[in-house]
């Protein structure tokens, strides 16, 4: 059974950095397509960033426009421990962040479409203020 859980959500002013983590458990991280979505109240959920192994044995990173530049997705199989790396925070970064799992071998291309994904966190808060 495939648990997400994630953490290091919080509270920060516009221009700082947070480190957002995704702990998972029964699945190994690299065996899966992995991603990064946010949802601000009263808006579709979307991608913000999404890694993959698994396509063809290439490790892809894919990020939205929004991030590019400012995020970065990375994962520690040893740890089997998922991160986000946000700098330069933005008022519109704000939102609830949730991490996401696929076995399927998803192509980059596909990465940050929510609908792929079937395995799911319960989230983790970011406030930029």
């Known amino acids: 059974h495939v648990q997400l859980v994630e953490s290091g959500g919080g509270s920060v002013q516009a221009g700082g950095s947070l480190t957002l983590s995704c702990a998972a458990s029964g699945h190994t991280l690299g065996s899966r397509c992995m991603g990064w979505f946010r949802q601000a109240p009263g808006k579709e959920r979307e991608g913000v960033a999404g890694?993959?192994?698994?396509?063809?044995?290439?490790?892809?990173?894919v990020y939205a426009d929004s991030v590019k530049g400012r995020f970065t997705i990375s994962q520690d199989n040893a740890k089997n421990t998922l991160y986000l790396q946000m700098n330069s925070l933005k008022l519109e970064d704000t939102a609830m962040y949730y991490c996401?799992?696929?076995?399927?071998?998803?192509?980059?291309?596909?990465?940050?479409?929510?609908?792929?994904?079937?395995?799911w966190g319960q989230g983790t808060q970011v406030t930029v203020s």
């Open positions: 890694i993959s192994t698994i396509y063809t044995g290439i490790r892809h990173t």
């Open positions: 996401a799992a696929d076995g399927s071998r998803l192509p980059p291309s596909q990465l940050l479409l929510s609908d792929k994904y079937t395995y």
